[in-house]
Every structure is written in C-alpha cells, then in structure tokens.
C-alpha cells in the first residue's frame, strides 16, 4: 500500500498534474455554482480535449471537473434558492432560510468543511476497498461480467429519481443507441440506414452534450431565475457559532456515511445520497420542525453526503468498469478513448493512472478547501452574469467542442438532434442519465454475452450454471419484477401509458 501511495504522490505531484488538477477543481466549482450547467455538460465539452493528454493527466482534469462541481453546487442553493445542481436542490430547504437570517457566510463554511470531510472519507474507502474489489473482480469471467453490467443497468432504474419503469424504458433506449454503428465481433455495420457517418456509431460526446448542455439551454430560455445580490458574504460572517459545530459533528459522519455507501451502488450517486442524508436527519433530530426553517444540519449532512459520494463513485468505476452515474460513464469513456479498459486489472495494468488518481483526490479537495473559503465572493459575483450572454457563448463551445471530436459536422447535427430529444424527454419525465448509462454499457454488455457463448459453444446456459452469475441474474429479475409490481401498484395507468 505504501509503495502504492507513494507511485500515485510521484504521478499525482508532477508539475502538469497539479495544474491541471488546480485548473479541473476550479472550473468545477465555477460550473458548479453556475445554475443549470452542470459537470456532465461541461465533462462532454472538454472530453475532446482529453485526446492528445496524457492518458493520467487527462482524468485527473476530469475528475477535479466531477467533484469540483459538488463544492461549487450549493452555493447558488444558499445564495439564490436555486441549485448548481440536482445533489445541491436539497441544501436550498435550509440553505436559503439561513441566507434571509443572515447567515449565510456560516451555511457557505458548512459546506465547504462538510464537503472536504465527506470527501476525505470517501477517499479513504477508496484507498481500503478498492484493492479489494478489484481482486474480487478477477475471478470474474465473462458470464459474471455480463451479469453484473445487467444487474447494474437495472439498478439504475431502481435507485433514479421519478418512474423506475420510465427510466428502465430509458435504459433500453441507450441500449438500442449502442447497437448503431458496426458490430464489434463480425464487423458488419447495423442501423445505419444508409447513412455512410452512422456507421462509425453514434458518439458519447454527442449525445451527451445534446441531451443535457443543449436541452439545459432550451429548459432555461423561459425559466431564467431572477437574481439576488448577497454582496455582503464576508469571512467573519462565515464563522459558525459552538452551537453550530456541536449540530453539526454527527450529522458530518452520517452524511458521510451514507454517502460512501449510495455512491458506491451503481446507479445511485449524489443525488440519491444527498436527499436520503436530509430524510435521515430529519428523522433523527429531536426537533424535526427545526428543518426548512435553516437547520445548520439540514445544511452540512447533505453536502457531506454529496462529496462523500462524489469520491466513492470511482469504486465500482474503475475496479469493476460499471459506472455509478452518468458522469462516471463519461470518464470511462475517456479511458476507453486512450486505449485503457476499465476493471479488475486497471490497478495492476496502470498502478501509475490508478494510484495518481487517487492521491489527486486528496491534492484537490485541498485545493478546493483552499479556494472555496475566500473566493466566494467572486462566484457570488459570477452568478449575476445574464443568462442571455452565458447560454449563446455556451452553445458555440459546444458547438466547437462536438465538432472538433471527429472534423464533421454531422456529429454538430447529432447534438441538436438529441438536445430536441432531451428537451422532450424532460417534458415527459423521461430523465436521461440512464440513457446515457445504457450507450455506453450497452456496447460492454454485448461484448461480454459474445465471449462468454463462444467460449461455452454457444451455451446459453452458461450464464446460470455459474454459480456467481447465476446470483446475478436473479437478483436482476427480482429487481426487474419489482420495478413492474411497484409501478403497476403505484400508478396503475403508467404501464399504460408507456404501451401507447
């Protein structure tokens, strides 16, 4: 573990890492204090950056974008009312009423320390169970790859926010999108139609700078949030009082808790971390009537849950190559684009990508500790940019950004095609983060059902008579019978719905 450590300071320590690293987590927290931009949209702008970097310099950058925006999400929900982002929506109950009281500098300095502690904790599981999993993970053969990807696709759909059936239909979606292109076993193109650029696939970046950059854009020409100056926030006014630090002890290892562990589960992540660590100090507290009235814990549990999660999302990532969100499946498409499988083997394959990472984590979250304390109020400052200046510049970045991918601008052509889609799935409540998982999954699953037949001679009951895959499958199919009895008890006319 030492050496370990010590191969990750010596990648994550070089000159480039640390400016890169200083770049990614302040261009986070910009995003993430920027309502309604998010890391997702960002990560997909800047992935074609990430083609000519270093292959550990390159997720480094990523990375500090993903947990950078957790720093950054809340301060728009204390300062505006409005979220930076869906993990940071549950911090407006108590962070905009301590706002109005005048304390808005303490409710800013909980969550910068909550999100540094939960974070830090969220590293150390990291450094203690990754190992582990990994070495877990080589026993694993086709069969019980196919089933585990299986098993989290469906996962997805439980944990997500709204209709589990809805986003199960999603999930298959990006299932279907996968398909397009040419088959990566006999190399024959698919679904293409007669269109000569489909026949590479549809791109990752497209789709998801389409889906939430383009649709966020469309969403917000008739919803601009007005906004309110707190030019006032000063460092004083951000020192808690005794009382406060002795709320808030529990609450931070609770969250952090909770949110190791949602942000390990593939599928869950942030958000359902965040809002479940609010449900449980609430429940917990003697005084629930305190909350959405500016309870300092209804502040920092949640954040920490959010940051926590944010770290432990790497686990099933990369030791397993099964995404715990979206933005986690952007990041593994970066490795794939540099020619690095995500799974078991990434620790003893690329040690030096792996353990540089890691140790990034800790470099950046002091980093962000650092900036978020006495910089808040230059992003105070930043979000009283007009809206009608900020989405048109976004849209030509990203504009840019699709078409540098592969020169063509078919691929421009892709990304409004899905932001017209995004903007109608969000207007059916279809949400497109599973969609999002299916695409890039999607590919990984049917390769791992191909080996494992032609390794079985075409046995297909090869993934049940193995033992571990054969688990796997069940628990999959009593998820899948859960999702339609709970639905159909639910809402009776969903499935319905869905038909037509």
Known sequence: MLDNILLGLEAALSFEAL????????????IGVMPGIGALATISLLLPITYYMDPTISIIMIAGIYYGSAYGGSTASILLNVPGQASAAVVCLDGYPMAKQGRAGVALFACAVGSFVGAMIGVAILILFSPFIAELGLSFGPAEFFSLILLGLVAASCVASGSALKSLAMVVAGLLIGTVGTDINSGTPRFHFGILELRDGIGLVAVAMGLFGVTEVIRSINNVPASTRHSDVT??????????????????????????????????????????????????AKDPSRFGKGAIEGVIAPETANNAAGQTAFIPALTLGIPANA???????????????????????EPQLFWGLIVSFVVGNIMLLILNLPLISIWVRMLLIPYNILYPIIVIVMCFGV????????????????????????????????????????????????????????????FFTRPLSGVLLVCTALLLAWIVWDSMRSKPGEMQGLAG
Do not use: Q, W
């Open 327 to 349: 933005v986690m499946a952007l990041i593994l498409g970066g490795l794939i684009i540099h020619g690095i499988t995500p799974g078991p083997e990434l620790i003893t394959k």
């Open 403 to 462: 078409f540098s991918v592969n020169n063509n601008i078919f691929d421009v052509f892709l990304t409004a095609i899905f932001g017209v889609i995004g903007y109608g799935m969000f207007l059916l409540r279809f949400e497109p983060a599973p969609l999002l998982l299916g695409l890039v999954l999607g590919p990984m699953l049917e390769e791992r059902m191909v080996r494992a037949l032609v390794i079985s001679g075409g046995d297909a009951t090869v």
């Open 19 to 30: 400016v890169y690293c200083f770049l990614a987590v302040t261009l986070g927290t910009f």
């Open 235 to 284: 460092l004083r006014s951000m020192l808690p009082t005794r009382e406060d630090v002795k709320r808030s002890i529990m609450p931070t290892l609770r969250g952090a808790g909770l949110g190791s562990f949602f942000g390990a589960l593939p599928g869950s992540g942030m958000d359902i971390a965040s809002f479940t660590s609010y449900a449980v100090e609430k429940r917990v």
